[in-house]
């Protein structure tokens, strides 16, 4: 099976005024996925909407800030999201399918697999997987953050060839697009020089939500595209490469799956301190980390928990899973290994410092 094409579209492209599904934008998306699908290309979709969608249903026009009620909207809106996809797709006699995720899908590597060999099916069976956050039972406020960030991590699961972030903008632009000054950025590598905005009110990502999102999937060696999300020609274009939006390059090497994983969706529990001795073999000499270089430790942990690793300069350079608890690396004792290297990553900006 060819490696697919994740594309994102979010809450503004898909709800219009009054929580509305905007049927032909999304039939028209759906015409172009249904053709790169027949040419034998996988799509996988990351869809924004489920909560502008449903806050009619609770009299709201704004995205609340009340969990409780991000959470009902999620749940009244989910249904008409996947209803209109099913819609959209059916025309063009291609089977849509649900997939709701959660930050603990990703953060325990075996729902991690799980979910990956689930989107291989999908995609193998010649369906496009419609993935969403799980936001209607998600806490700590709907949990990946945004749905950019989500599609960077289904980017990765998939190891997709290319991630398409929608917006209702042509891509980064120096300043918010209309002002004066105003020039959209061709190049990911000269988007630090953007002033950003904010998010629509009916989401919850923004510019730089984006950014961060193409910034991930470089590491996956994956590259990125942001770019306008209406019009009837827009992600054939982008997929054969012609100059549409602002187009993030992949990095030049790619981190393994595993360390994708341990960087991005594994939570950190704790925080370990290590000497420059102990800093200098790691990021030096790929060494794994022994308790005797750890000076200091913060947060309570236990094995196969993440822990990230700090240097004498307070900055963090790597991350890892524990080898033991945070009892155990009382007193420093030697030969006790506290982060074994196959089970730690280093951070690409740590071997500039």
């Known amino acids: 099976m060819r490696r697919p094409v994740v594309v994102k579209l979010g809450s503004s492209l898909l709800a219009g005024p009054g929580g509305r599904v905007r049927r032909s934008l999304l039939r028209a998306r759906a015409e172009e996925i249904a053709r790169l699908v027949r040419a034998g290309t996988p799509v996988c979709v990351v869809s924004s909407g489920a909560i502008a969608l449903g806050l009619p249903r609770l009299g709201l026009d704004r995205r609340p800030r009340s969990l409780p009620k991000l959470q009902a909207a999620s749940a009244l809106g989910q249904g008409r999201l996947q209803a209109a996809w099913d819609e959209a797709l059916a025309r063009q006699g291609i089977a849509a399918a649900q997939v709701l995720l959660t930050t603990a899908d990703i953060a325990d590597r075996a729902a991690y697999l799980n979910a990956r060999n689930a989107l291989a099916a999908l995609l193998a069976l010649g369906a496009v997987p419609i ?50 000054g105003a020039e959209l950025i061709h190049h990911g590598s000269a988007a630090s020089r953007a002033l950003l905005g904010q998010a629509s009110p009916l989401g919850k990502g923004g510019m730089r939500s984006k950014i961060l999102a193409a910034e991930l999937a470089a590491q996956a060696g994956i590259p990125t595209v942001i770019a306008g999300g209406a019009g009837r020609e827009v992600l054939g274009p982008i997929v054969a490469g012609e100059p549409r939006g602002t187009r993030f390059p992949p990095g030049e090497r790619a981190l ?30 790929g060494a794994s980390l022994l308790a005797v270089g750890v000076v200091a430790v913060e947060g309570r942990f236990a094995p196969g928990e993440a822990v990230e690793l700090i240097g004498p300069d307070g900055r963090a350079f790597a991350k890892g899973i524990a080898s033991v608890s945070v009892e155990e690396l009382a007193g420093r004792p030697r030969g006790t290994e506290a982060v074994h290297r196959d089970r730690l990553v280093v951070y690409p900006e740590a071997s500039t410092r």
Do not use: C, M
Not at 173 to 179: C, D, E, I, N, W
Not at 268 to 273: E, F, I, K, T
């Open 131 to 180: 993935v969403n956050e799980n936001d209607a039972t998600a806490t700590d406020e709907i949990t990946f953050g945004d749905n950019d960030a989500l599609a960077a991590q289904v980017a990765v699961l998939t190891q997709a060839k290319l991630l398409v972030l929608l917006t209702e903008v042509d891509g980064v632009y120096t300043r918010a697009p209309g002002t004066p």
């Open 256 to 285: 393994s799956s595993f360390k994708l994983w341990l960087r991005y969706g594994k939570p950190v529990a704790g925080r370990l301190h290590v000497d420059a001795g102990a800093r200098r073999a790691i990021v030096g000499e």
